[in-house]
């Protein structure tokens, strides 16, 4: 054979390289070579993909320990289906158990599906531009390596008591540009033990009023390690 390929895979990049010999590369060849390499990447590495298991209907799924489900904004959407097939993509021996950071984006979901409260190996979830109404009760508890939580661009309109109990590793919560008009006395006070939670964004909601937890916040910083909380544009 006069030429060969060697294909290498580096910080989740694709590196290809042809050595030639002194003799004439056919190109048609070498295509063929890189088609038989791709394939055999995307069976094996699962590279782009979800290793296999199935992406919810017009969604994009990408990455592996971090996922992210992308539904691009579509409207064409069976709500049932597309909750049922997320519980099935986020229940799977794949993913459970393995998932470090999940992103449902771009969705027409009204409701935080039940799977997402059952992966306890979550450090980051991010569920931005969908249709939230609400954050589910005895949901979120039960995450307790979250410590970057971001839902920005939903429809929320309540923060009820005890939504985010026991976070102890939440560093970071971000709430922009929802509906919420009304907090519990007890979300963010000192008995819902979120130690370390230094950033709250609450900008462009619909708050008229703040009530004292804003100052519960307060106690848990320091001259040097100032909580910063956001609430512009609000009402």
């Excluded at 996922?67 to 597309?82: M, T």
């Excluded at 027409?108 to 109404?133: A, Q």
């Amino acid at each position: 054979m006069c030429c060969w390929l060697k294909l290498t895979r580096c910080n989740s990049q694709i590196q290809f390289i042809v050595y030639r010999p002194a003799c004439n590369l056919i190109m048609t060849s070498v295509t063929n070579m890189l088609l038989t390499c791709l394939l055999l990447l995307f069976t094996q590495f699962g590279v782009g993909t979800t290793t296999g298991t199935q992406c919810p209907t017009n969604c994009s799924c990408t990455g592996d320990t971090s996922l992210v489900v992308d539904c691009r904004g579509l409207s064409d959407f069976d709500l049932k289906q597309l909750s049922d097939q997320l519980d099935s993509l986020l229940s799977s021996k794949v993913t459970y158990g393995r998932l470090t950071s999940l992103s449902i984006i771009n969705s027409p979901l009204t409701h935080v599906p039940r799977s997402v409260c059952r992966l306890t190996t979550l450090t980051e979830l991010y569920l931005d531009h969908n249709r939230l109404s609400g954050l589910p009760d005895n949901c979120l508890t039960n995450l307790k390596n979250l410590d970057n939580l971001t839902v920005s661009d939903n429809s929320i309109l309540t923060l009820q008591d005890g939504v985010f109990d026991g976070l102890r590793k939440l560093y970071r919560l971000d709430l922009r540009r929802n509906r919420i008009g009304s907090i519990g006395l007890s979300v963010f006070a000192t008995s819902s033990h979120l130690s370390n939670l230094f950033y709250i964004s609450l900008s462009q909601n619909n708050l008229t009023s703040l009530e004292p937890w804003f100052y519960d916040r307060g106690i848990i910083g320091s001259p040097s390690f100032k909580v910063w909380i956001n609430v512009t544009h609000n009402k």
